[in-house]
Every structure is written in structure tokens, then in C-alpha cells.
């Protein structure tokens, strides 16, 4: 005769039934998170994009201001002056790029300052919420199985 195993699917879930669980919480917590996400990444793709149009603009630039010191002089002053014009324009040209980039960072930075403040604020506010309804659930039980049933005489 073998032994069977004992089955304890049937235990655990009448075990972890009698428990009080509300699955909408972390429902609630992954749309939350899912919200967070979106607006993070809205916030990194359009820095991405306003990045792309500068280095895109200055690489535009820089190309046409070189045209000028690559075409043949007739004297070779003209040579060390159009390299010399070419270095100022650039010079000036990365300057206002660089102060570009700078905006773009202060203002993903100031976004994502407002977003981790916004998700914390709201993060707090599910967290009270979930605690004080895990709290009246576990009350509710617990004056439940603490009410006498009623015997038969």
C-alpha cells in the first residue's frame, strides 16, 4: 500500500481566505507607478528631441562657417584669417548652444523635481488610505470572530 501526499491546496487557500487582502490597492499602486513612468519618460524624450534639434542646428552651422575657410585664397594671410574667423564663429556658436543644453537640463530638471514631489505627495496618500482600510478590514474580522455564535440548547 503506498502513501499518498496530502493535498493542502484546499488548507492554504481557506488559510490565506480568511485573511482580509484588497488586490485593488495594488491595482491602484501599478496605475500609479504606470502614470509615474509616462510622464518620467515624456519628460526624458522631449529633452532627448530639444537636444537632437540643438546638436543638429550646430552641426548645420558649423559646416557652414567652414565653407568659407575652405575655399582657395590668393594670399596666405587669408588663409590664417578665415581660420581665425572660423574658431571666433565657432567659439560663439558653441557658446549659445552650450546655454541651449544648460536650459534644457534646468528645465528636465525642475520637471522631474515636480513629478517626484507630485508621486510622493500621492505615493503618501495611498499608503494612508490602504493602511486605514487595512486597518477597519482587520477590525471588522476581528469583531467577527470575537461575536459568539449561537448554540443550540
Given at each position: 500500500m503506498a502513501n499518498k501526499t496530502q493535498d493542502f491546496t484546499k488548507y492554504m487557500t481557506d488559510m490565506m481566505g480568511s485573511f482580509p487582502a484588497d488586490n485593488s490597492a495594488m491595482t491602484e499602486a501599478f496605475k500609479t507607478q504606470a502614470a509615474f513612468a509616462e510622464k518620467m519618460s515624456r519628460v526624458a524624450l522631449t529633452a532627448a528631441e530639444q537636444s537632437?534639434?540643438?546638436s543638429h542646428k550646430w552641426a548645420r552651422e558649423t559646416l557652414s562657417k567652414m565653407?568659407?575657410?575652405?575655399?582657395?585664397?590668393?594670399?596666405p594671410a587669408?588663409?590664417?584669417?578665415?581660420?581665425s574667423d572660423f574658431a571666433s564663429a565657432s567659439?560663439?556658436?558653441a557658446a549659445e548652444n552650450m546655454a541651449a543644453f544648460a536650459e534644457i537640463a534646468?528645465?528636465?530638471?525642475m520637471e522631474t523635481v515636480e513629478l517626484m514631489m507630485a508621486a510622493g505627495k500621492e505615493a503618501?496618500?495611498?499608503a494612508s488610505a490602504a493602511v486605514k482600510k487595512?486597518?477597519?478590514?482587520?477590525t471588522s474580522a476581528t469583531k467577527k470572530a470575537q461575536t459568539p455564535t449561537s448554540t443550540v440548547k
Open positions: 537632437a534639434e540643438i565653407a568659407p575657410m575652405t575655399a582657395a585664397k590668393e594670399e587669408d588663409y590664417a584669417r578665415s581660420v567659439a560663439e556658436v534646468k528645465k528636465v530638471q503618501q496618500e495611498d487595512a486597518t477597519n478590514d482587520v
